[in-house]
């Protein structure tokens, strides 16, 4: 082009551009990562087009801007292609992910998984032991399909199903669709919970079809046993408790709970050790009562608690974002994109979900 010169080709940006603009990428992560108050690990696993499995690893950031616009700064780390998927490849992946950031144990808070038995190992083997501040999370969005389960063994005809869920008018399907958005916080999971168990038992009085009843007050067994605190069933919340302790960053819930400090304490790892942080709990639960703001506003009066809250109310209740991600992976490999190269497409990958 006259005086422009050559448009590169195709190859040449990609060997050469490519690489430059994601390792600039990179350091722009490391600094947001280095800045942030705490991060957040959500992890899942899928087989991609290519019969490769491949584990998706996000990092949410802990920001007061996000506590008070309500929204998550979530990045996609990696997308690390796996042999095999088992407890230990899985922890090995997190483990290079979090050396190649920079990021250092403490600053971890939660690590957010499926309720697969490999994800449960890798944290009680692997991760537990150094993620000393941090706790594990199951996605409560996967709640759902457990209590689905229960309604498609009471009613096998599809007829019979919709006749009777027409019937019960499920009042409580907003409650579950906002477990799958991301802006969820950790603070309203126990009462969301608790909200959807009185509805399900005054639902389960109010019916006059046997299988229905039957079907909600079997639900309601699952979702008790499911934020049940230290329970021992197959399918459950170990942040249960932590879930619950959260509730008292919020003020206005604050006012009126009645939550042991010791509780409190222990379901907060970041509590332990904290001399200073408890302190000035105290003083926070003796002034809540005149409160109503964000806690990016409190920094100053409680700077140490400040930075407790904002971290345990960023931490995501879901894994549904690690699943999203796996269908924008789907549009960058493409069909009519098979042939390129698996490091290529590691770096495509995360320029494109992080929407650079």
């Known amino acids: 082009l006259k005086n422009v010169g050559i448009i590169p080709s195709s190859s040449h940006l990609r060997q050469f551009y490519l690489p430059r603009v994601f390792q600039n990428h990179v350091t722009e992560m490391k600094e947001k990562l280095k800045t942030c108050n705490g991060i957040s690990i959500v992890t899942d696993e899928t087989m991609d087009a290519e019969d490769r499995y491949v584990l998706n690893i996000l990092g949410v950031l802990s920001e007061p801007e996000c506590e008070r616009e309500l929204k998550l700064n979530m990045l996609l780390l990696d997308c690390a292609v796996l042999e095999s998927v088992d407890f230990k490849t899985v922890s090995q992946a997190i483990w290079e992910t979090l050396d190649k950031f920079e990021v250092t144990f403490h600053r971890i808070t939660a690590v957010v998984t499926d309720n697969a038995t490999y994800m449960k190992k890798a944290w009680e083997r692997s991760r537990k032991p150094l993620f000393l501040n941090a706790v594990h999370v199951t996605c409560v969005a996967h709640l759902f399909n457990l209590v689905g389960d229960v309604w498609h063994k009471k009613f096998v005809k599809v007829n019979n199903l919709v006749t009777v869920v027409k019937r019960v008018k499920l009042a409580s399907v907003c409650t579950w669709r906002r477990k799958e958005e991301s802006v969820i916080r950790s603070h309203v999971v126990s009462n969301d919970m608790r909200d959807l168990i009185m509805w399900a038992k005054s639902s389960a009085d109010e019916r006059e079809h046997a299988m229905a009843r039957e079907a909600l007050l079997n639900s309601t067994e699952k979702i008790e046993t499911y934020k049940q605190c230290n329970s021992n069933a197959r399918f459950c919340q170990p942040a ?117």
């Open 240 to 356: 249960a408790a932590f879930f619950n302790a959260c509730q008292v960053f919020d003020p206005n819930q604050a006012k009126y709970l009645i939550i042991p400090e010791k509780e409190v304490f222990e379901a907060i790892p970041l509590f332990e050790d904290n001399s200073v942080a408890q302190r000035e709990y105290c003083a926070y639960l003796e002034t809540v009562y005149e409160m109503q703001c964000f806690w990016r506003t409190l920094e100053t009066r409680f700077p140490t608690l400040a930075v407790i809250a904002i971290r345990c109310l960023m931490v995501p209740v879901n894994s549904v974002d690690a699943e999203r991600s796996f269908s924008a992976y789907k549009n960058v490999l493409r069909d009519d994109r098979r042939s390129i190269k698996a490091s290529n497409l590691f770096m495509y990958n995360v320029l494109c979900q992080n929407k650079l």
